[in-house]
């Protein structure tokens, strides 16, 4: 009988690849605000010894390319989105193989997650102060952070059912020596899309010279006269003297 002619591929070889997939951090990136994704699990080098390319798919919201930077960790940015969704993360190989990464990687809006109030409501330009953001719903997508003035502190955590946020704002550098002032805290939920949290923040430079009352009976209660330079004005709520006996 009559067959038709088909044109086939040799492949002369072939490899098997073995991946485990641990996770992916963060979990979310804000409206509008592109993040680094990273990957984490173990034989990604094995895909840098074929010529398998590798993308990172969010769902049908973009495919974009992916770096293998250790044998444990892939990272990808994250596309640029207008509107909050959800989207599978999944490794694209040879634009045929699909490994799940995350079920629901998230599209959040930051401009939601507000503080009403802030604890305490100033400090010490350069020092690291702790802080506390209450009021608010909060959620987190990845390391929690506060920034002021430009510089961020370590990671932070939600508190009371996510009501409130607890970070450091870092010791900033001297040249806020002469650029104290009111600041507005900026937040990120996932450690790399700041915005702002509705809160501020009072940098000062005080400096104390001397101290009227030099001591009292134990039994008397005396007001007592800080002189100095450097202080807030208007005063800051919850400030007090603090005597170690």
């Avoid at 134990?218 to 006269?225: D, T």
Wanted: hydrophobic residues 35%; proline residues 6%.
């Amino acid at each position: 009988g009559l067959y038709t002619s088909l044109s086939y591929n040799l492949i002369s070889s072939s490899q098997a690849v073995v991946l485990a997939i641990n996770g992916a951090s963060p979990k979310g990136t804000s409206i509008g605000c592109i993040s680094v994704v990273t990957i984490n699990g173990a034989g990604f080098s094995a895909l840098t010894q074929t010529r398998l390319g590798v993308q990172c798919r969010f769902g049908d919201l973009a495919l974009v390319p992916a770096n293998i930077t250790s044998d444990s960790t892939i990272s990808c940015e994250t596309p640029s989105s207008t509107t909050t969704a959800t989207h599978p993360l999944s490794l694209y190989i040879a634009q045929t193989w699909e490994v799940s990464v995350l079920d629901a990687f998230a599209v959040y809006d930051a401009a939601v997650f507000t503080a009403e109030a802030t604890f305490p409501a100033g400090g010490a330009y350069n020092l690291q102060t702790s802080l506390t953001l209450s009021g608010g719903s909060f959620s987190h997508y990845g390391p929690i952070r506060c920034r002021v003035g430009g510089e961020a502190g370590s990671s932070g955590r939600l508190v009371d059912g996510g009501s409130s946020v607890e970070c450091d704002k870092p010791p900033l550098p001297d040249t806020f020596r002469y650029t104290t002032g009111i600041y507005p805290i900026e937040l990120s939920l996932n450690g790399q899309c700041f915005a702002s949290s509705g809160a501020n923040f009072t940098l000062y430079n005080a400096m104390i010279s001397s101290i009227d009352q030099k001591g009292a009976p134990a039994s008397s209660e005396i007001p007592i006269v800080v002189r100095g330079e450097g202080f807030p004005e208007p005063p800051l709520e919850g400030g007090n003297c603090d005597f170690e006996l």
